[in-house]
């Protein structure tokens, strides 16, 4: 294993070495929010298959009354919430890897927020509407 020189030129700054910061400015930041987001997203997932199988059987009411009680209901934000976000990171860099022209990038990056946003704030309105009886 060849280890790095320690008279051989550095390209990066002092500060941007001890805050392990790449070109970006921010890919650390990125990669750790997509792993915590994961982890998360798997005890999430398994609270939600729990609920959906306590659902089965039951009458459409039972299901509104569950599914609208507030424990239900925040399990199911910070379901959908994590969710939305993890999916917005995950597609941000697929997006930032393989779109290489300056104008699709940034249209690109744009419909992923729009669309990430969107999907977030429908299942969040779905969730609220059975919670508050609206």
Request: charged share 10%; hydrophobic share 60%; glycine share 6%.
């Amino acid at each position: 294993m060849n280890a790095p020189h320690s008279n051989a030129p550095q390209m990066r700054t002092a500060a941007s070495r001890v805050r392990g910061l790449g070109a970006a400015r921010a890919g650390t930041m990125d990669f750790w929010h997509q792993r915590v987001t994961a982890v998360a997203g798997i005890v999430l997932t398994i609270a939600l298959i729990v609920i959906a199988l306590s659902l089965l059987g039951r009458s459409h009411a039972a299901v509104v009354q569950i599914l609208g009680s507030p424990l239900v209901a925040i399990i199911m934000l910070l379901f959908i919430f994590n969710s939305a976000y993890h999916m917005w990171i995950g597609m941000q860099e697929i997006i930032l890897d393989y779109v290489h022209a300056d104008k699709y990038k940034f249209l690109s990056l744009m419909a992923n927020t729009f669309y990430a946003i969107a999907v977030g704030l429908a299942c969040a309105f779905a969730i609220l509407k059975l919670s508050f009886g609206v």
